[in-house]
């Protein structure tokens, strides 16, 4: 499907595979399923205990990506057992280079969305930057800038579309017009990179239908 997005021109969307045979796994579990009527790629956290937000993605192999259009359906949810403080975070890196790593990030947090607390609600869509700008220090230092509301609910496919072009990025969720998060100052050095498919601690998420345009 042809794309006119950030003044990049036409882009022609192309749809990756995914299984466990085009991935990479690092410190997640990755298995081919069905999730709600779908053919999915289930990615569970698999990581140590303190592990931070560099620690859990499936790379995505031949998806050299720096500019241009990343869409995917996805679907994150809390893993049973799983700590207080899980939210079923799920989102997309990109200009992953995994043996640094680095890599900028959109996640969502979706038992957020319909939380009835304002200010978890605030903190439904979040960009972290790897290495050295995780959303700890996002929220202290430039609180409101990095996250946004969005609705979500835990374990439901939801569409995402992440548009960059230079240190330009903008995520898109329901299939809105207008972004649900804009960033202006991606941090980390503009340069190609893979897809990954994150997750945070104690989720379990599913991913379908990945299309990139370059």
Known sequence: MPLALLGLGVLCAQTVPLSPSTVKAVQV???????????????????AQGAGDEARYAVVANSAFQDGAIEVDLAGDVMPGAGGGARGFVGVAFRVNAEAPRFECFYLRPTNGRADDQE??????QYISIPGFPWQKLRKETPERYESYVDLVPGEWTQVKIVVKGQDARLFVHG????????????????PGA?????????VAHFANLRLAK
């Open 29 to 47: 579990k990755v298995e081919a399923a069905s999730f709600k009527g779908r053919r999915a790629l289930r990615v569970t956290d698999d990581s």
């Open 120 to 125: 978890r609600r605030n903190h439904s869509a």
């Open 176 to 191: 809105n017009a207008q972004p649900t998060l804009i960033v202006k100052d991606l941090k980390q050095t503009v340069a």
């Open 195 to 203: 897809i990954g498919l994150w997750v945070g601690p104690g989720t």
